[in-house]
């Protein structure tokens, strides 16, 4: 049976589209919730039969077909986990894949991503990668290849985190204070280009993490002409991921008040008067896991401190709080707007003498703002298995074969290495538990 208002008809049409469009799922969160429980677990083959799961691929070495919408995040997301079992190989190429996509992804934002942020849901617009996110997919994979004794690789990787860094500074109008994300990688690069004989950029790099004089401590007694050095890196915990929370619309328009316009938080405060009940929903940050304990590196069965450790998770946080208004004010003026919407709705039902008209009116306004509502999916897009610390330690030792053992959130690894006379080796431990 047809509506009795042609235009209810057309507006009950472009709502049910709306919803079938933005989807009503419950987040990447919720996607990699299995994910996160394995980790929690200590379980990291678990962790990655999952995310292969939700890839829709069969193996670890596998590459998905297309890398659409969080399919780039999830394979960021496999790709940490693969260097954190040693399949360095597949980490290598998920982190390019990834990161390639994620570019993509970035370049191509729109103006149509911005209506569909404020009229939907944040999670409508393309993702666009943190700044510490960016860089840090070229550092840790920078990583890979100094493991594999592959400075061609590694130069590759510096290069690249370099271009991304002059990037975000252009991109900027803000000149926000750039990312500590960079001066670890700069330190890695400066090691990467001085194992190259390249001494002059090995300076440049080694200025921009402003340890100019950074040198391998001597754990024996060796003669600096033959002897060897070691890098370590390990990663511990896991940075806060994004979740979604739902607050009483009076409390949610407290908190984003601040943030608002004037129009629109007149409008708010004005139905918040009225004593309406509803939800807001956005995203926020999950609790952070303690970590109290640190790693603690053994080569010969004596302690190598770390020169150098970059807390990640302050990264996360100081993001979060850079965008969290903006975040909280898209959510309240969506809310509005579905009222309104469901007004509107009422509005043209009204202006009918049947009686019919005006109840069909009333329950497509609700319909319209269940739509709405069901459409407004917090955006809980991140990388979640980024490392909530990064410590690196530099040593130097005889030549010969020599035991590193690394030891992080209840996680070892046992390494034999053979120093080659003024040679290096690099070994890493990723514990993202």
Same mark, same amino acid.
């Given at each position: 049976m047809p509506l009795p208002c042609p235009r209810l008809h057309r507006l009950f049409a472009a709502l049910a589209l709306a919803l079938s469009l933005t989807g009503c799922s419950g987040g990447l969160s919720e996607r990699t919730r299995e994910m996160r429980t394995a980790l929690d677990a200590g379980d990291p083959r678990r962790a990655l039969t999952h995310l292969n799961r939700e890839l829709g691929v069969k193996s670890d070495a596998q590459q998905p077909r297309r890398l659409v919408g969080e399919q780039a995040l999830l394979l960021l997301d496999r790709a940490t986990l693969q260097q954190s079992v040693v399949q360095l190989a597949n980490s290598k190429r998920d982190y390019e894949s990834a990161d390639k996509a994620i570019d993509a992804l970035d370049l191509?934002?729109? @103006?149509?991503?911005?209506? =569909?942020?404020?009229?939907?849901?944040?999670?409508? =617009?393309?993702?666009?990668? *943190? *700044?510490?996110?960016? &860089?840090?997919?070229?550092? &840790?994979?920078?990583?890979?290849?100094?493991?594999? +004794? +592959?400075?061609? =690789?590694? $130069?590759?990787? @510096?290069?690249?985190?370099?271009?991304?860094? $002059?990037?975000?500074?252009? $991109?900027? *109008?803000?000149? $926000?204070? *750039?990312?500590?994300?960079? =001066?670890?990688g700069s330190l890695l690069a400066g090691f990467t280009y001085e194992k190259s004989g390249n001494d002059e950029e090995a300076h440049r790099y080694y200025k921009d993490a402003n340890a100019t004089d950074w040198r391998a401590q001597s754990i024996d007694s060796t003669d600096d002409d033959t002897s060897s050095e070691l890098l370590v890196v390990v990663g511990w915990g896991r940075v806060p991921h994004r979740i979604a929370e739902h607050l009483p619309f009076g409390l949610a328009l407290t908190r984003a008040s601040p943030f608002l316009a004037a129009g629109d938080r007149d409008e708010a405060s004005r139905l918040a008067a009225q004593g309406l009940v509803t939800w807001v929903s956005f995203p926020t940050l999950a609790p952070e896991a303690p970590l109290d304990e640190m790693p603690t590196v053994l080569v010969d069965g004596r302690t190598v401190p770390f020169d150098a450790t970059l807390d990640v998770a302050a990264e996360v946080r100081a993001e979060w709080r850079r965008i969290e208004g903006d975040v909280m004010a898209a959510a309240v003026t969506r809310t509005v707007a579905r009222i309104l919407v469901g007004k509107a709705i009422e509005g043209v039902a009204s202006t009918s003498d049947k009686k019919e008209v005006k109840a069909v009116g009333f329950l497509l306004s609700l319909f319209a703002q269940a739509a709405l509502s069901a459409a407004d999916v917090p955006d809980t897009r991140s990388w979640e298995t980024l490392p909530a610390r990064v410590g690196v330690a530099r040593a130097r030792v005889a030549p010969g074969d020599h035991r590193v053992l690394m030891r992080a959130r209840g996680s070892e690894r046992v390494g034999d290495v053979r120093a080659k006379p003024a040679g290096w080796r690099a070994v890493s431990l990723f514990a993202l538990h």
């Open positions: 191509s934002h729109g @103006a149509s991503d911005d209506v =569909g942020r404020w009229v939907f849901s944040d999670s409508a =617009g393309r993702y666009v990668a *943190p *700044p510490h996110e960016k &860089l840090l997919v070229n550092v &840790l994979n920078l990583v890979n290849y100094l493991e594999t +004794d +592959d400075l061609s =690789g590694a $130069r590759i990787e @510096a290069r690249r985190m370099s271009v991304m860094a $002059r990037y975000l500074k252009e $991109r900027d *109008p803000r000149e $926000r204070k *750039p990312s500590a994300a960079l =001066g670890l």
